[in-house]
């Protein structure tokens, strides 16, 4: 059942993926429930893995990276929320989604200073665009950098900000200019060390994700300099952030895609050895029957993904395209995870099953990215 194959999978990639299957069974899987309780990854874990080239896979080498492709960032992916490591490690936003941000609209200074760094695990990076009055409506931020002397200075809080507790820089949605609306927003990078007004506030307790961190952020009267803001001219934040939304998107499509995988191998096994009035779960025709609409979901949602990776790589992967294949599959990996989650009973509710896990994480996908309501706004605005 863990045998899978994209379109656009070669043998390098073959050996990727193999490569990545047993590093998280060795590496993550063992700690996945110290993480879980303490609310995060252990922070020399990043620099772990650094060295086998789980960050920046897609970065060009003069950048430090692995001079690999989307293809590499999606296998790599793809295995974490295959194998039982999970979602503690918030590889997706730091790789697949921050670096992807500077490799693409970074100045030449900033991708060398930054990306290095974070191919090895020396800085976590996160990105912070919702605010507590402001999620799916982005342009209602309130956050704001203002030029004062040579730096920019920062207020606002965010919420909600994966992988905050660690990040060592944190891509910020502000306002340059409040009153020009979407053309008055940048993003700045925000170095926290030795940062003075900035504060991480508390590590949020969530339904699901228990081992990844996310938190409340706070600046007050923080200096930035300019060489800081992304892409280095001002009112550019807003069409960065548009082109890459479909990349976090299909992130979250491939994520969705593994949990249907797992969630269906598992609940086999379960099954298999499930007594039950005297067979076996597996052998009831109503198990049977929903395993094999949990399959044929799980499939129709791989060529999907499949399809939508092979159109990033031709750089055609449009934003209708990667909101149908969000909400499409972020709702199908909660139906899946519901439907094996009852097949397993009593169990699939207990937390030592990885069913009840896989359940409250997928419950995510609705919500973060952008929400089920919005993508399918996004796709509405295509017909009338
Ligand atoms: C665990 C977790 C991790 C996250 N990580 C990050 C992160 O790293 N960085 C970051 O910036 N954000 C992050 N987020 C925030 C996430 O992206 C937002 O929660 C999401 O965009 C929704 O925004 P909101 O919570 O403000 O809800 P709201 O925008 O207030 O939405 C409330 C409801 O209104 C609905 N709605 C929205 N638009 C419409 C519409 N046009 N028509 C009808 N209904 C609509 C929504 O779907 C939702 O049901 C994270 C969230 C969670 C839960």
Redesign the pocket.
């Known amino acids: 059942m863990f045998d899978y194959r994209f379109s656009w999978m070669d043998e390098e990639l073959g050996m990727l993926s193999d490569a990545m299957r047993s590093f998280v069974a060795a590496e993550m899987t063992p700690h996945e429930p110290r993480w879980m309780a303490q609310g995060h990854v252990d922070r020399d874990f990043w620099y772990k893995a650094g060295e086998v080239g789980m960050l920046c896979a897609s970065i060009p080498e003069e950048y430090g990276g692995h001079g690999g492709d989307f293809r590499h960032e999606a296998v790599i992916c793809y295995e974490q929320y295959l194998g039982r490591g999970h979602s503690s490690f918030g590889n997706s936003?730091h790789s697949q989604i921050c670096a992807g941000y500077i490799l693409d609209h970074g100045t030449e200074e900033q991708k060398r200073r930054w990306l290095p760094k974070m191919a090895t695990g020396e800085m976590v990076c996160?990105?912070?665009?919702?605010e507590p009055g402001?999620?799916?409506?982005l342009q209602a931020i309130r956050t704001t950098a203002r030029m004062e002397g040579n730096d920019y200075v920062v207020n606002g809080s965010?919420?909600?900000?994966?992988?905050?507790q660690q990040a060592d820089l944190i891509l910020v949605?502000t306002k340059t200019d409040p009153a020009a609306g979407a053309r008055g927003v940048s993003i700045l990078g925000v170095e926290t060390a030795n940062c003075p007004g900035f504060r991480r506030g508390r590590n949020?307790d969530?339904l699901g994700?228990k081992g990844?961190d996310?938190s409340e952020l706070f600046f007050d009267n923080v200096r930035v300099p300019p060489e800081n803001l992304l892409g280095g001219a001002e009112g550019q934040g807003f069409g960065q952030l548009m082109t890459n939304l479909p990349q976090e998107r299909l992130v979250i499509g491939l994520i969705g895609c593994a949990t249907m995988r797992r969630a269906l191998a598992d609940t086999v096994a379960f099954a298999s050895d499930r007594p039950l009035f005297g067979k076996r779960l597996i052998d009831m025709q109503n198990t049977r029957f929903k395993l094999a609409e949990v399959r044929t979901i799980a499939e129709v949602a791989h060529v999907f993904v499949d399809q939508c990776v092979a159109r990033h790589l031709a750089g055609e992967l449009d934003t209708t395209t990667a909101a149908m294949l969000k909400w499409w599959v972020a709702e199908q990996a909660f139906g899946v995870t519901n439907t094996c989650l009852q097949l397993h009973g009593g169990a699939g509710y207990m937390t030592e099953y990885n069913i009840s896990n896989m359940f409250s994480e997928s419950r995510?996908y609705q919500?973060?990215?952008?929400?089920?309501?919005?993508m399918k706004?996004l796709i509405a605005r295509t017909l009338a």
């Open positions: 936003v996160a990105i912070a665009m919702t402001a999620g799916s409506d965010k919420l909600y900000i994966t992988n905050g949605v949020l969530k994700m990844q996310t995510l919500i973060a990215g952008g929400s089920t309501e919005t706004d």
